[in-house]
Structures are given as C-alpha cells and as structure tokens.
C-alpha cells in the first residue's frame, strides 16, 4: 500500500526543510506528520500511542533547536517515530521494525539525529547531560542539549541520580517532562500523584496565567521579567502545594507544566528557554494516543496494537483454524494465582511490567499480594529480597533485558543472602522486532557465575507450570531462576497437574546412536523437528531436553559423553558463556574428549525481524539444527547416499 505525505510533509527530509516554514503553519505539518503516522503503523505495525502523544512536540523541537547539532535525545524511543519522518527517513519508514530495515528506537549508527541509542527506560538525562558537559569543557556555550523523558520513566532511581547531579554541573541542558500518565500500563507512585497535583491544581495554574500574563505588559527589560517570573511562579508553587516544587530543589530551574499539544506554545516557549543557560525542566502535559480517539481511551491496548483498520479501529488478529497454544507469560500469570491459591505465602513483583509479564492477573484478583512498583528494576529485586527475609515466597517477573539493570541487586542482595526469590525471566532470547537493546540472551551468562543461584529453563508450558511449582517448594530455598521466551507456547491443552520437578535433573526425550542434541528451554521444539528431518536421511539423532544449566544434569552428562563422540548444544542465548560453554567446561573437566557444536547467538549484536528470521540467521531453526548435524555426521551421510 502507497502511503503519500501530506503537501508540507512531503517536502520535509530533513529539520531545515522544517525551519523554512511559517510558524503559523506549523499546526497543519503536526496534522499531517500525526496521520502519517496513523497511516503507517495501521498498515506496517509498530509502537503507536506513545509518538502520537508527542507529535507537537516533535516538530516544535526540531522547528526551534538547530538539530543534529543541537542534541535531542529520545527516553525508551516508543514516543521517536515523528522524529525519524522529520529527520530523512519518511521515505523508508515502511521498514520500520522490519528485517534489515530501519530501528524502532533512535541508533547512532542509523542517523545524526539520533545522538543516542535507547530502549531501556530513564537513560536520557544521564545521556544528554554528559553531552552538555562535553561541550561545555570543549568552549561549545552555544550548543543546545534536551532529552525528552516520560512520567513513567522518571520513576526510575537513575533519572533521579541523573537529576541530582544536573543540579550542580552547571551546564547547558533542557529536561523535558512528558507528562502523561502513562508509560506502557499507568504510571504508579508518589511521583505521579506529585505531578498529578501540580497539573490539576487549579489555584496554581489561574495564578500562574495572570502572574505571567502581568509581566508581560510591564516596560521592562526581557531578562529582568523573566528572572521575576520565575522567582514569583517559585513561590507560588511554595504557597499552593505547601512545600518547595521537587525539581528545584535539586536546582533545577522548572517551567510549567504547558499544554503539549498547543504548537504554538511549545514554540515560543522553547525559543525562550534557549536564551536561559543553565540546567532547566520543562514540564509539559499530553495525551497518549492524540489524536485518534481509541488509542486516548485504552492507552495500554494501543501502545503497539499490531495491524489495525484505522477507520475502524478492529484490530487484525489471525483466527485460528485449531486450538492455539498460549503465550508463555500467560501461562505464568494464570499459574501464579493457582500458587498463591495454595501457599498464602506467594507474592508476586513487577518491575512496571504487569501486562507484559500478565502479573495483572494476580493484581486484579490479589491486590494485597501482587505490585507494580514502576521502572525500577533494582527496587524491584532487593523488595522481594526482603520480603523474603520474612517469609515470603516471592516471583519477581522481570523482563531478561532488563533484569540487566538489577544484576548487583540480584547478586549482592539475594544470592549472597541465599534468598529464595524466584526470578521469572520473561522475554529470553531473540526477541523480534525490538531488537538488540530487548534481546535476552545474556542472562545465562552472567547468572551462571553466580553462587547458590538455580538456572533452569522450560521446553513448553507444562514444564513452565512445573518449575513454577517447584519453585516455591518449602524444600527449595535459594534464588531461583526460570527463563522462558517471549510469544506463543506449543502446548494448546497446557493446563495440567503440578509435578515436582528435581532441581538438576534433565530428560531424554529421544534415544539414538549417531549424534547427541542437547537443548536448553523452547528451543527443544526446533530440535524435534530437526530430529525429524534428520530421520529421513536414516540418522538416529538423541535428543536431551537439559531444563536446567545450573546445576547441570551430571548423571545425564555422563551418559552423553560416554555414549557420543559427536554433540551439539543449542540454546537461545549468546554462545559465549552460556549453555553449551557449560556443557563444555563439564566435558573438559571430566576428561571426556567429543567434537562439540554450539548452537546459539553468536559474538555480535543482533539486530531486529521476526523471531523466525533471527532464529535462521543464527542458525538455530530446525534447518539450521539439521544442517549442523549433517555437517557433523557427513560421512555417515555419503555413505548413506551411495
């Protein structure tokens, strides 16, 4: 489907196509770059709410700031698709998210606008500081630095450590405030009811219009105006909420909050806060989803709906033709209510991840013991860590990704502790279309160096409800780890009794005499239908289901390398340091000698598609399995062949 810009859009390719323009007619750019947007992610899929909430904003950054010299960075990267159609990239937009196409986030390496690679949450205000000091110690005091950051992201403790030093580096650098409510789910915590107050508050914001309205009929000086206004919106802010305005407390001069969606507003305020050196915040307030009104009311829903009708609004599902296995963070939400049904011990914590994770379930139906503590990750943990120091048996849902920034909490806090948090890591492995900065292939890697912590991994959803179960055993007491990937199962009737499952204790689930298969979680499934495959060439492939890489399976080890000569791993991580090197380093430290193939993710950054495209490129689809075997046995399959 051809999708044209509208006629100010499409003479757009970059921001100085945009600074040739009216003011005035800026409103109808915003307009058109809103329903291009609409029209793009509807047909091509994509994040969706989060960038038509800052359409105004996009174009009035980029309209006012003299970008990429300037520099603009974008927090998470959800609310960048404005930014990229504005910065050369309209035409090949249709790409987006797509293999070997153009990023979802902001990449360094794709544009000089995008001054930042993101996609975890709250890096932003670090990232844009440090440029503005950088060009402070190197004499650039004309050079512009804003980041842009949303209410759900400034929950997390960097951006106040970020927020915290700013006050005192005395450089040239903007915060913006995205204030919306919202990140994924609703924004929860003392800070969203603290801005919710400064926003809604109408004494203060009446009072604030004439005061600013006053001043600017007064025959004085720009700079001796605006240095009173600030001082009187102080203490105004002092008077209504009773106590000093939190970003100015950590010095940081604070305008706002202003509509976000008022272009023109935008720009004159941007124009002024140029001429202001120093660290500032502005605080402005939008609506997710702007602009079309489904994505307004279910701002959750929309975040990246998939295909939609955009007249209609219906949502393109595929019916199936059979009964559909489950994703596996469904699995995980259902199964953890029947837990805690069981054990009134049972809590469960995410990291503002209750959709994703489908933690909600447990909220909805248990309130008392499920939470959604924001984008804190390393909270997120050392919480569960204490409340299992009282005897809480705790699930601490945390995408792979992101556990990344709980890693000293995870070690320091619960494994040296010996704490029996059960750490359920969703999203392992290749992730598709977010890409690299999503992608959960490390944690194997750095867990697996760690003491006293179990590492396990499910082929399917009952082997997931399984190691659930065991888990949360009164007999089970130090950190737990289960990693499991994002999507569908391939289990449709998943829901069967609990089995105990010993902790270290793995399965064969196919005898054979040529070569052994050893995997590691979902990726067991491709190793089935490559055992199949291989049949067909009269190769007796075994295979061995492993579900745990810590402790590993050392009786079940023994028979491998005692029985085969020749052994793949595969694993649906980074090769180096995960799954297969454990394997490895048994074989090596019991003297076995056998000619080792590791399947998994190779020693590069892998960027985003399907899951199905990034699977082959690495080799290990069920092709890329067979093919590896028939490499290993291709002796065996000449013979076979004559």
Known sequence: MNITPGPLL??????????????????????????????????HGGHFAASLGVVELSVALHYVFNTPYDQLVWDVGHQAYGHKILTGRRDVFHTNRKYHGISGFPKRDESPYDTFGVGHSSTSLSAALGMAIASKFKGETDRQHIAVIGDGAMTAGMAFEALNHAGVANANVLFILNDNCMSIDPNVG???????????????NKFRDDVWNLLGKLPVGKRFTRDMASKLEAGIKGVVSGSSNLFESLKLRY??????????????????????????????????????????????????PGLFDKITGEIFKKIPDKPQAPKYQDVFGHTIIELAEQNNTIMGITPAMPSGSSLKYMMEKMPDRAFDVGIC??????????LATQGMRVFCTIYSSFFQRAYDQALHDVAIQKLPVVFCLDRAGLVGEDGPTHHGVYDIAYMRCVPNVVISSPMNEEELRNLMYSSQLSTQQQP?????????????????????????TGRKLRSGKDIAILSLGHVGNFVTEACKDLLADDLQPA??????VKPLDEEMLHEVFSQFDKVITVEDHAISGG???????????????????????????IEHGKPEELHRECGFDAAGIAAAAREMMKDKVTVTAI
């Open 190 to 204: 003392a800070l969203k009811e603290y801005l919710t107050d400064i926003t809604t508050s109408p004494t203060y």
């Open 543 to 548: 295979h061995y289901d492993m579900r745990f």
């Open 255 to 304: 305008f706002g909050p202003i509509d976000g969606h008022n272009i023109i507003k935008l720009v004159d305020t941007l124009q002024d806060l140029k001429d202001i050196p120093g660290p500032k915040l502005l605080h402005i307030v939008t609506t997710k989803g702007k602009g079309y009104a489904l994505a307004e009311k279910d701002q959750t829903t929309w975040h990246a």
């Open 579 to 605: 799954f297969g090197s454990a394997v490895m380093e048994f074989m090596v430290d019991h003297g076995y000698t056998a000619k080792v193939k590791r399947l998994g993710i190779p020693d590069r950054i």
């Open 377 to 386: 990750e390393q909270h997120a943990v050392t919480l569960s860590a204490g």
């Open 480 to 504: 737990f780890v289960i990693r499991y990937p994002r999507g569908q199962g391939v289990m449709p009737e998943w829901r069967q009794p609990f089995k105990e499952i010993k902790i270290g």
């Open 10 to 43: 499409g003479n757009i390719q970059t921001p100085a196509d945009l600074r040739k323009l009216s003011k005035e007619q800026l409103h109808e750019v915003s307009e058109e770059l809103r329903q291009f947007i609409i029209d793009m992610v509807s047909v």
